[in-house]
């Protein structure tokens, strides 16, 4: 299924934890971005999550090695627990150690305000907020530092997709998965381990893109794998259950400078034991 970024997506939000976030609607001056309605977020389990406070708590994590180049071609990709978000990067504010704090009409503020897995370059910025509190139009929502984050992509959209071609992308680049719900785990078992490996090409029909994401959280383990075809440069694709909190993803390209590509996913993964994951990825093609 191929979708425009400015298109609504419509998240099902099936089993949520009590400390995770909500959702809102994108102000009807600003039609780009796309953000569900508001939601209100249950327990998955009995007894709840208990919050719980990270070694690291209070500071940033990760790094970039460039500022994130902005301008006419960037879109973005936001998640957090019931909510989502994509379009044109209107308004984005980075700071010096290069997380976004501003992306579009969602803002990040709070004291203090922590973001961590940091990356990107000029072509791309990344990162997952875990601690402030981030509004947009229909409010805010609080991030305590456990297992609610949002995970967010900033890139540049490729002009044109080339006629042909095939590329050799890297191991990717990845926020931690955060625990939205499903099964009861441990708060050591509130963020998963990840790996991935993508592929990408091009052809008279579009750009074919394959990517196979490995998590693994509290002994238990799950996988995204994904493969389909782009039909244009400022489209993207969702595939498997990514809408109905099953296994899935929404991916797109970007341009990542000198003939290179960006695959950027947002994906989704149930883990053996029932735990529900999400995260974003982006994978450096050349």
């Not at 139009?137 to 080339?162: M, Q």
């Amino acid at each position: 299924m191929q979708l425009n970024h400015a298109f609504v997506l419509t998240l099902i939000a099936g089993s949520l934890v009590a400390c995770g976030g909500g959702g809102g609607s994108s102000s009807p001056a600003d039609p780009v971005v796309a953000v569900n309605p508001p939601v209100t977020p249950v327990a998955p389990v009995a007894p709840p999550v208990v919050p719980v406070t990270p070694t690291a708590a209070g500071e940033n994590t990760g790094s970039v090695s460039a500022r994130f180049v902005n301008g006419d071609n960037s879109r973005f990709i936001f998640t957090s627990i019931g909510l989502q978000s994509s379009g044109k990067a209107s308004l984005l504010v980075q700071d010096a150690s290069g997380a976004l704090s501003n992306i579009g009409s969602i803002v990040l503020t709070g004291n203090p305000a922590v973001t961590r897995e940091i990356s990107g370059d000029a072509s791309f910025a990344q990162g997952r907020w875990f601690k402030g509190s981030f509004s947009n139009s229909s409010g805010a929502t609080t991030l305590s530092g456990n297992n609610a984050s949002a995970h967010y992509i900033a890139y540049n959209v490729l002009a044109a997709l080339p006629a042909t071609g095939t590329f050799t992308c890297d191991a990717g680049t990845f926020t931690a998965p955060s625990y939205t719900g499903g099964s009861s785990v441990s708060s050591t078992a509130y963020f998963a381990t990840v790996s991935g490996n993508a592929s990408l090409s091009f052809d008279a029909s579009g750009a074919k893109v394959a990517l196979a994401i490995d998590a693994s959280a509290g002994g238990s383990t799950g996988k995204v794998s994904a493969s389909t075809t782009i039909a244009s440069a400022a489209s993207s694709s969702i595939t498997g259950g990514y809408l109905s909190n099953g296994t899935g993803a929404q991916l797109m390209l970007g341009d990542g400078g000198a003939g290179r590509y960006l695959l950027i996913a947002a994906y989704k993964t149930p883990l053996a034991n029932g735990a529900n994951y999400q995260g974003v990825a982006t994978f450096r093609c050349s």
